[in-house]
């Protein structure tokens, strides 16, 4: 083992503990949860960890109107946050970069929703969107819009609306940061001959700004589609997955009938379902992203 250990490169050596680490912690623990998807593991009752039960938790779940419905809604929120984070942060961005003095202040100042707890967030827009105490009703209610008070949080559609609005303001800051730092590396010199030749400011963006920060846009989109499809904090704490589950997403359900149901099993399966779905999302932004970065070699 001694010889075996000597033979290998250092740099192998260096991060064998690394390896070793994430081995214990993050593999040990996928390929136990998927064991147990394929089981009737139920936590109050151990013995049933060595229950085997096939592809019936499986079949169940796709034969489970309700999982869909979350599944849906899981999509439908990634979609919408994802392309309105987007676009607020492009604005972000592009303003932002336009600016030559106080500009690393307001960056500073950008980054601020990024750093708050998805759980304060969560637990701060659930105060203001309350019923009868929360800002958001108050103000509205002072400004003549409306004389009684708006159910934010029990509605269906305005429930889904503020959790929206909760995961877009805590968010948009990434996109926004992403996308000023591909601002700051563009190249000067296609911008000022396009502008000597006579384009106007939108057929700048267009055909040189745009294609440049293509390749940042899918690296941040790869990145928040990951995070955007495990919501739960926000989610748990501004309604629980109500009114009537219509805000439930996959995760949510996913706690839910662990924890709350105890079927262990079940969720598991769940769990790998929306894990098949974080890999397509990433796997399609990817793909773009590698097309952008061809596209962008091309110009060169």
Request: charged residues 15%.
């Amino acid at each position: 083992m001694t010889k075996l250990f000597r033979r290998l490169p250092l740099p192998v050596l260096l991060i064998a503990p690394s390896i070793a680490i994430i081995l214990f912690v993050v593999l040990l623990p996928l390929l136990f949860s998927l064991y147990t998807s394929f089981t009737n593991y139920r936590l109050i009752r151990p013995d049933t960890l060595w229950d085997w039960v096939g592809f019936r938790n499986y079949e169940r779940i796709f034969g489970d109107a309700d999982f869909w419905w979350a599944f849906l809604r899981t999509i439908i929120f990634l979609t919408i946050a994802l392309n309105l984070e987007l676009v607020l942060g492009l604005c972000l961005a592009l303003l932002i970069n336009k600016i030559t003095w106080g500009q690393r202040t307001l960056r500073t100042i950008m980054m601020f929703p990024m750093m708050f707890s998805p759980i304060l967030v969560g637990f701060q827009f659930r105060y203001m969107f309350n019923d009868n105490i929360g800002v958001v009703n108050n103000a509205l209610q002072a400004l003549g819009v409306t004389d009684q008070a708006i159910p934010w949080l029990v509605n269906e559609w305005l429930a889904n609306f503020s959790i929206i609005f909760a995961e877009v303001w805590m968010s948009t800051s990434i996109f926004a940061i992403l996308l000023l730092a591909g601002l700051l590396a563009i190249p000067r010199d296609p911008i000022e001959a396009a502008k000597v030749d006579g384009c106007t400011n939108f057929q700048v963006f267009r055909h040189i700004t745009l294609p440049f920060l293509m390749p940042f846009v899918f690296i941040a989109l790869a990145i928040r589609s990951l995070d955007v499809a495990r919501a739960y904090d926000i989610v748990n704490v501004m309604t629980g997955g109500g009114p009537a589950g219509r805000t439930e997403l996959l995760w949510t359900m996913i706690a839910r009938v662990g924890y709350d149901d105890a079927r262990m099993g079940r969720a598991n399966a769940m769990a790998y379902v929306s894990i098949i779905l974080s890999i397509a999302f990433t796997a399609y932004f990817f793909k773009k992203l590698l097309a952008a970065r061809r596209y962008m070699g091309g110009v060169a």
